[in-house]
Nanobody, 115 residues
Framework: QVQLVESGGGLVQPGGPLRLSCAASGRIFSINAMGWYRQAPGKERELVAGINSGGSTNYADPVKGRFTISRNNAKNMLYLQMNSLKPEDTAVYYC?????????WGRGTQVTVSS
Protein backbone atom coordinates (compact mmCIF):
# COMPACT_ATOMS: atom_id res chain seq x y z
CA GLN A 1 0.00 0.00 0.00
CA VAL A 2 1.12 3.53 -0.80
CA GLN A 3 -0.09 6.67 0.92
CA LEU A 4 0.19 10.10 -0.66
CA VAL A 5 -0.43 13.32 1.27
CA GLU A 6 -0.53 16.68 -0.49
CA SER A 7 0.11 20.03 1.16
CA GLY A 8 0.75 23.64 0.24
CA GLY A 9 -2.53 24.62 -1.34
CA GLY A 10 -4.34 27.82 -0.54
CA LEU A 11 -5.56 31.16 -1.80
CA VAL A 12 -3.18 33.18 -3.96
CA GLN A 13 -3.56 36.31 -6.05
CA PRO A 14 -3.21 36.16 -9.82
CA GLY A 15 0.43 36.31 -10.82
CA GLY A 16 1.57 34.90 -7.51
CA PRO A 17 3.52 31.73 -6.73
CA LEU A 18 2.61 28.63 -4.78
CA ARG A 19 4.49 25.43 -4.04
CA LEU A 20 2.77 22.11 -3.56
CA SER A 21 4.33 19.13 -1.84
CA CYS A 22 3.40 15.47 -1.80
CA ALA A 23 4.75 13.07 0.81
CA ALA A 24 4.75 9.43 -0.25
CA SER A 25 5.00 6.52 2.17
CA GLY A 26 4.51 2.79 2.12
CA ARG A 27 5.78 0.23 -0.35
CA ILE A 28 7.46 2.38 -2.98
CA PHE A 29 9.65 0.80 -5.62
CA SER A 30 12.67 2.54 -7.08
CA ILE A 31 11.21 2.63 -10.59
CA ASN A 32 8.02 4.64 -10.74
CA ALA A 33 6.37 7.69 -12.20
CA MET A 34 4.76 10.48 -10.22
CA GLY A 35 2.58 13.31 -11.30
CA TRP A 36 0.31 16.17 -10.41
CA TYR A 37 -3.25 16.23 -11.68
CA ARG A 38 -5.97 18.79 -11.15
CA GLN A 39 -9.71 18.89 -11.26
CA ALA A 40 -11.72 22.08 -11.53
CA PRO A 41 -15.44 22.20 -10.70
CA GLY A 42 -17.48 20.62 -13.47
CA LYS A 43 -14.41 19.41 -15.34
CA GLU A 44 -12.57 16.14 -15.65
CA ARG A 45 -9.32 15.46 -13.84
CA GLU A 46 -6.37 16.34 -16.04
CA LEU A 47 -2.64 15.81 -15.97
CA VAL A 48 -0.65 18.90 -15.01
CA ALA A 49 2.89 17.53 -14.93
CA GLY A 50 4.68 14.22 -14.61
CA ILE A 51 8.14 13.01 -13.67
CA ASN A 52 9.67 9.56 -13.65
CA SER A 53 12.25 8.15 -11.28
CA GLY A 54 14.99 9.09 -13.76
CA GLY A 55 13.95 12.73 -13.67
CA SER A 56 12.35 13.05 -17.09
CA THR A 57 9.45 15.48 -17.02
CA ASN A 58 6.41 16.37 -19.09
CA TYR A 59 3.92 19.21 -18.78
CA ALA A 60 0.46 20.06 -19.98
CA ASP A 61 0.51 22.89 -22.51
CA PRO A 62 -1.38 25.39 -20.28
CA VAL A 63 1.31 25.24 -17.58
CA LYS A 64 4.49 25.02 -19.64
CA GLY A 65 6.93 27.72 -18.65
CA ARG A 66 5.04 28.50 -15.44
CA PHE A 67 5.08 25.26 -13.44
CA THR A 68 8.04 23.08 -12.48
CA ILE A 69 7.74 19.54 -11.18
CA SER A 70 10.53 17.99 -9.13
CA ARG A 71 11.10 15.12 -6.78
CA ASN A 72 13.43 13.98 -4.01
CA ASN A 73 13.73 10.21 -4.31
CA ALA A 74 15.61 9.84 -1.04
CA LYS A 75 12.77 11.52 0.86
CA ASN A 76 9.93 10.18 -1.30
CA MET A 77 8.74 13.71 -1.93
CA LEU A 78 7.14 15.29 -4.98
CA TYR A 79 6.88 19.03 -5.57
CA LEU A 80 5.13 21.40 -7.91
CA GLN A 81 6.38 24.97 -8.09
CA MET A 82 3.68 27.11 -9.63
CA ASN A 83 4.48 30.63 -10.80
CA SER A 84 2.46 33.28 -12.59
CA LEU A 85 -0.74 31.68 -11.41
CA LYS A 86 -3.96 32.43 -13.25
CA PRO A 87 -7.59 32.17 -12.15
CA GLU A 88 -7.99 29.22 -14.53
CA ASP A 89 -5.43 27.31 -12.45
CA THR A 90 -8.00 27.12 -9.65
CA ALA A 91 -8.65 23.46 -8.93
CA VAL A 92 -8.05 20.63 -6.51
CA TYR A 93 -4.55 19.33 -7.15
CA TYR A 94 -3.87 15.63 -6.71
CA CYS A 95 -0.62 13.70 -6.37
CA UNK A 96 -0.35 10.40 -8.22
CA UNK A 97 2.17 7.57 -8.17
CA UNK A 98 2.34 4.76 -10.71
CA UNK A 99 4.50 1.65 -10.30
CA UNK A 100 4.37 -1.97 -11.37
CA UNK A 101 2.15 -2.89 -8.43
CA UNK A 102 -0.47 -0.28 -9.31
CA UNK A 103 -1.38 3.37 -8.90
CA UNK A 104 -2.20 5.55 -5.90
CA TRP A 105 -3.85 8.94 -5.39
CA GLY A 106 -3.70 11.50 -2.65
CA ARG A 107 -6.81 13.24 -1.34
CA GLY A 108 -5.93 16.52 -3.01
CA THR A 109 -5.22 20.08 -1.98
CA GLN A 110 -7.27 23.09 -3.04
CA VAL A 111 -5.60 25.87 -5.00
CA THR A 112 -7.63 29.03 -5.50
CA VAL A 113 -6.31 31.88 -7.62
CA SER A 114 -8.34 35.01 -7.03
CA SER A 115 -7.96 38.67 -6.19
Amino acid sequence: QVQLVESGGGLVQPGGPLRLSCAASGRIFSINAMGWYRQAPGKERELVAGINSGGSTNYADPVKGRFTISRNNAKNMLYLQMNSLKPEDTAVYYCNLQQWSGGSWGRGTQVTVSS
